[in-house]
C-alpha cells in the first residue's frame, strides 16, 4: 500500500502574487523564483539537518563575535600606541630640561639670586686614621 503524504499544492493567488512581484522585479522576488524554497520542504522541515543547521549558525555568530572583538582590540591597541608615543616624547622633554638645568652653570647662576657664590678652592680630602675615631 502506498502512503498518504501531504502536499502543499499552489494555489491560484500565489501565481497573481508572484506576478505582480515579477512586474517590478526587485531583488527578493528574483531570488524567490531562482531558489524555490517551497520544494525543499514538500514533505515537512527536515528535522535530521537542524543540529548541523545549529552548528553552522552557531559557528557564524562566534566568528561575527571573535571578528568585533578582534577590531575592538586593535582599535585599543592604537589608542594605547599612540599615549605612548606622547608619553614618551614628554619624557624625552622633561630628561633634557633635567639634564640642562642640572649642570654646574645653571646651578651656580640659579643660586646666585640666593646670594651663595661658587667655591674657587677645590674640595680636599679628610683623612681619619683608625684610632682617631
Do not use: C, W
Not at 543547521?53 to 566568528?63: A, D, E, M, P, S
Not at 608615543?85 to 652653570?105: C, G, I, P, V
Amino acid at each position: 500500500m502506498s502512503e498518504n503524504k501531504f502536499k502543499i499544492r499552489p494555489s491560484s493567488n500565489s501565481k497573481s502574487r508572484e506576478a505582480t512581484a515579477g512586474n517590478g522585479g526587485g531583488l527578493f522576488a528574483v531570488l524567490e523564483r531562482r531558489i524555490r524554497l517551497e520544494s525543499y520542504f514538500e514533505e515537512g522541515f527536515p528535522v535530521q539537518y537542524l543540529p548541523k543547521i545549529l552548528f553552522v549558525l552557531t559557528l557564524g555568530i562566534l566568528y561575527i563575535s571573535n571578528t568585533h572583538y578582534a577590531e575592538k582590540t586593535v582599535r585599543g591597541i592604537n589608542a594605547i600606541q599612540a599615549e605612548v608615543e606622547d608619553l614618551r616624547a614628554d619624557y624625552t622633554t622633561l630628561k633634557a630640561d633635567l639634564m640642562f638645568s642640572s649642570k654646574q652653570s645653571e646651578v651656580a647662576r640659579k643660586v646666585n639670586d640666593y646670594g651663595l657664590q661658587e667655591s674657587l678652592t677645590p674640595p680636599y680630602k679628610i683623612v681619619v686614621q683608625k684610632g682617631e675615631y
